[in-house]
T-cell receptor
Framework: GQNIDQPTEMTATEGAIVQINCTYQTSGFNGLFWYQQHAGEAPTFLSYNVLDGLEEKGRFSSFLSRSKGYSYLLLKELQMKDSASYLCAVLDSNYQLIWGAGTKLIIKP | GAVVSQHPSRVICKSGTSVKIECRSLDFQATTMFWYRQFPKQSLMLMATSNEGSKATYEQGVEKDKFLINHASLTLSTLTVTSAHPEDSSFYIC??????????????FGPGTRLTVT
């Protein structure tokens, strides 16, 4: 079966750094997405990794290791507005997105 | 960037009535559209995938006769919730994807429709 695992909830402090991990087992791999979703809103795109390595985009970075079936999203200089759920999703061999359950990130002052 | 609109953003209807939700890709051609449902504090659940001009593919457990999906053009898909019941109250989100193979596999999400059935 296909499986995406990520922690249910994480807490971090404003100004700090947090790393949200995602491990996956899917039938085929055509890339991994990270989305941010604020409560009551639709998800918004953060990053897409298809090759191994680190992609940096401002305060957010995403890392992928295909051999380990592993990715992480790194958020630096945390702000209160970063409080949201972060969804990991893998594009499988049929180009269908397999979604993780999401990680709720709570930022404390 | 690609923009997807959804209408209405919020709807309240009485039990037994039908509700239609529209999803439009405004500045790109969406060969595939996805319909999701999300209950409070739960993850996105894919309901169905629709390709332009063909019948939608429904996920296991989703009643195709209750959730009618039409993807008549490359910019419009509709979801009709027929004979709605209170348990159908949820946040319905559509997403759209362009032609795979042109380098973009990202799904662009609409803003969602909050459905409340009384």
């Amino acid at each position: 079966g296909q499986n995406i695992d990520q922690p249910t909830e994480m807490t971090a402090t404003e100004g700090a750094i947090v790393q949200i991990n995602c491990t996956y087992q899917t039938s085929g791999f055509n890339g991994l997405f990270w989305y941010q979703q604020h409560a009551g809103e639709a998800p918004t795109f953060l990053s897409y990794n298809v090759l191994d390595g680190l992609e940096e985009k401002g305060r957010f970075s995403s890392f992928l290791s295909r051999s380990k079936g592993y990715s992480y999203l790194l958020l630096k200089e945390l702000q209160m507005k970063d409080s949201a759920s972060y969804l990991c999703a893998v594009l499988d061999s049929n180009y269908q997105l397999i979604w993780g359950a999401g990680t709720k990130l709570i930022i404390k002052p | 960037g690609a923009v997807v609109s959804q209408h209405p953003s919020r709807v309240i209807c009485k039990s037994g009535t039908s509700v239609k939700i529209e999803c439009r890709s405004l500045d790109f051609q969406a060969t595939t559209m996805f319909w999701y449902r999300q209950f409070p504090k739960q993850s996105l659940m894919l309901m169905a995938t629709s390709n332009e001009g063909s019948k939608a593919t429904y996920e296991q457990g989703v009643e195709k006769d209750k959730f009618l999906i039409n993807h008549a053009s490359l910019t419009l898909s509709t979801l009709t919730v027929t004979s709605a019941h209170p348990e159908d109250s949820s946040f319905y989100i559509c997403s759209a994807r362009g032609i795979v193979g042109r380098g973009s596999y990202e799904q662009y999400f609409g803003p969602g429709t909050r459905l409340t059935v009384t």
